[in-house]
């Protein structure tokens, strides 16, 4: 192995890496972007809160905020942050640990007390590293695909009060590399050819997939164009610095027709995908035509968005290289690199580190050490992915010296499901900034899918503003009153049996929803939890408890929803066991009793739980596709985009159920279709005495699968029912059954 960086050489490496330390908008922007914020959030309420931005507070170190009552002032608080992001930061700290206020993807609680709290003492608070970064290569398609400014706009605010200063601005990047590949002489059906449809370009941008739901329609340019602008003028006006998209070595066939000299290698295919919708093409690093694909696309996004010379590229995202050789590897990343440095000499590489612990057997030291010092030292931020699981830092030497941001994933797909791994996140951070000549330089957020597990994300983003960890069972025990608005005994006892069950996996935990609920149903199917059951339904039980009190607050009743989901999401696990004991025993009153409870009632209660709330119904995911579009066509196209990605992901169930959601209106029509068929063949298995074939099975469910991507049937994108009495039904039926099971130890 080779010797460990010596202190020079980090010194060296962090030097270098500060260079973008602060964005190029001057402080009285910021300031006013900030401002601008409150109002937004606060109404007339903000006028009692001063916001300053002093670069100076920072003294050249990390982000730094200042909260202090000035006596005898109008305000209440005076709130100064080094950058837009800081003063947002302290002010979230100030509404959040003195005005008992709550922010998250589910909802706000902003009931202000009247007047606003003065503070005793000055806060003065610095970040624990220099960055705190946010989002993930995926999340651009599994969650942002159909967003308009609007939501945009609330996403950043969100940012921002998180104290996120960096993060990728992908949109509109089609549109920039379409007049690349025209002015290379390409034309528009091999263009068209190339780009996939809008839910599945995160993986066209890897190097994954080509063409699969596309082509991508003028019009879907013109509106990434629009706001792409808008997004990163607002990133920039708060002090963030955006990360822009550079070119990883993938280029479209039709490159090969105009330039039938290039050397480009066509990559294997991709997940179960054969080559009719994957097998890129590669171009060698030291063809010349590498360096000027890349510089020219660099120089287009420049000219149109301008640069805050941070840029991601991921070359070998789940793709195995075509040589193992360390100069090969290293002649590719200096290669990408060099097409940076071509547009912009200031060029600073941020990579997903996923590859490395993604494909262990490939990717051994002599090989990810070569990837990375193909790049200058502190020239390239590595972003250890899964660090809360399978951290990539403590078996590279701290990235052989490039330094790196220690990131939670956490979900994938963007999957619902109760989940969260506590412990690891609390500790890690503070862990791998004492490793051995560590090379942190910060922690991240980069889960696949958003909108779920809100808990996670503050704490993480709380995190990122802490120099030790937190006291967790006093953490949640306030973070419930001030979601919900008020303190209340059984919500907080709900939270702590969560947060040491469902939220405390540890050891290496993957959160990809394995339910049987949201798989295809077969007799093999994993029903093991990582918590005690019975955890799950009690804290549902005290939640509902807390109904008279905190049923007005909409956190309360999205979290009713999640933890009866959960509950739910066992119960299927139950009754599916059950199932499976009477076929292979073959009694068939018992599989007629649980098949018919599971299939006549708990889905289609489950059904109406979900589409009791907006945030849960299939409706609001396919009319958001729909309303992106400009034409009847486009819709359609949209739509199946987004009906594709949550259930068959490809054309014939290629990454089939990766994406499963828990909605209202897909657990009825998708979910509980495919468990009737289910039922029924096991039924009619035992009735003929003919064994059941899983093959058969599956080609007749396919057919249901596909059907339902096609069926054109509009769901409602307004929630029906109310979430109490739903939830309250479900819980007089089920609970006493279930308790007992998940006190025996079965689900």
């Not at 798989?519 to 994993?526: A, F, G, K």
Request: hydrophobic share 45%; aromatic share 12%; net charge neutral.
């Amino acid at each position: 192995m080779a010797a460990r960086l010596g202190p020079a050489l980090l010194l060296m490496a962090a030097a270098v890496v500060a260079v973008p330390v602060r964005a190029v908008v001057g402080d009285a922007r910021q300031e006013a972007a900030v401002r601008a914020l409150a109002r937004r959030l606060l109404g007339p309420r903000a006028a009692a809160v001063s916001l300053s931005v002093e670069a100076a507070l920072a003294a050249g170190g990390p982000d730094t905020y200042r909260l202090r009552s000035p006596p005898g002032a109008a305000v209440a608080v005076a709130v100064t942050g080094s950058s837009g992001v800081a003063a947002a930061a302290g002010l979230y700290r100030y509404l959040r640990d003195f005005c008992g206020c709550h922010i998250s993807w589910s909802g706000a609680q902003l009931r202000l007390p009247e007047p606003l709290p003065r503070l005793r003492d000055e806060i003065r608070v610095s970040a624990a590293g220099r960055y705190r970064y946010y989002q993930n290569a995926c999340t651009q398609s599994y969650s942002y695909a159909w967003w308009d400014w609007a939501r945009w706009e609330r996403e950043i605010d969100w940012m921002a009060l998180s104290g996120i200063n960096l993060a990728p601005a992908f949109a509109g990047q089609e549109a920039a590399w379409q007049r690349v590949y025209r002015s290379l002489g390409l034309n528009q059906s091999e263009i068209d050819a190339y780009f996939t449809g809008p839910a599945f370009l995160a993986w066209n941008r890897m190097g994954n997939l080509r063409g699969w739901a596309g082509p991508l329609p003028p019009a879907w340019h013109l509106k990434q164009l629009y706001l792409q602008y808008r997004i990163v003028e607002r990133m920039r006006s708060l002090g963030m610095i955006t990360v822009l998209p550079a070119f990883a070595g993938h280029v479209p066939r039709g490159v090969l027709r105009v330039f039938p000299r290039v050397n480009a290698t066509r990559l294997g295919g991709w997940s179960h995908f054969d080559c009719t919708y994957s097998c890129t093409y590669l171009l060698d690093p030291e063809d010349p035509m590498f360096q000027v694909i890349g510089t020219l696309f660099l120089k287009e996004l420049i000219k149109e968005f301008g640069t805050d010379h941070v840029y991601s590229a991921d070359t070998f995202n789940e793709m195995t290289p075509l040589s193992s050789d360390p100069a090969y590897l290293s002649r590719v990343s200096n290669a990408v690199f060099r097409s940076m440095t071509g547009a912009d000499p200031e060029a600073l590489w941020l990579m997903q580190g996923w590859l490395f612990q993604h494909q262990p057997d490939f990717w051994q030291p002599a090989q990810v050490r070569a990837l990375l010092h193909g790049v200058p030292l502190g020239r390239m931020i590595v972003l250890d992915l899964f660090a809360e699981s399978k951290p990539v830092y403590q078996w590279t030497e701290s990235f052989y010296g490039q330094p790196f941001i220690w990131c939670m994933l956490h979900n994938f797909g963007g999957n619902h499901g109760l989940f969260g791994t506590v412990e690891a996140i609390n500790h890690g951070p503070f862990a791998a900034r004492r490793f051995p000549n560590s090379t942190m330089v910060g922690t991240g957020l980069v889960p696949e899918g958003i909108e779920q597990n809100d808990m996670v994300y503050e704490l993480m983003n709380e995190l990122g503003w802490t120099q030790e960890p937190l006291d967790l069972p006093s953490w949640v025990t306030r973070y419930a009153e001030r979601r919900y608005g008020a303190p209340n005994a059984a919500a907080a006892s709900a939270w702590r049996l969560l947060l040491r069950s469902v939220y405390n996996c540890t050891g290496v935990c993957v959160n990809h929803n394995r339910s049987p609920l949201v798989r295809r149903p077969s007799l093999r199917m994993d029903t093991e939890l990582w918590y005690n059951a019975s955890d799950v339904y009690e804290a549902w039980r005290l939640l509902l408890s807390a109904g008279a009190e905190l049923g007005a607050s909409s956190t309360f009743r999205y979290d009713l929803v999640d933890v009866t989901r959960q509950a739910a999401q066992q119960l299927v696990s139950e009754y599916y066991l059950s199932i499976r004991r009477a076929f292979q025993s073959h009694a068939l009153p018992e599989l007629l009793t649980a098949g018919g409870v599971l299939v006549y009632d708990l889905l289609p209660e489950l059904d109406s739980l979900l589409s009791s709330h907006s945030l849960f119904l299939l409706g609001r995911w396919l009319e958001s596709a729909r309303a992106v579009a400009t034409s009847d066509r486009e819709a359609e196209q949209y739509e199946l985009n987004a009906r594709n990605q949550v259930t068959l992901w490809g054309p014939s169930g290629n990454i089939l159920d990766y994406a499963n959601k828990q909605l209202g209106g897909l657990v009825l029509d998708y979910y509980g279709v495919r468990w009737s068929l289910f039922v029924s063949a096991l039924v009619e298995s035992l009735n003929s005495g003919s064994p059941f074939h899983q093959d058969q099975f599956n080609q007749a469910v396919f057919q249901v699968e596909r059907g339902f991507v096609y069926n054109k049937k509009r769901y409602p994108a307004v929630p029906a029912g109310d979430t109490l009495e739903i939830s309250r039904k479900l819980f007089l039926k089920y609970y006493p059954s279930a308790l007992r099971r998940g006190r025996a130890g079965l689900a």
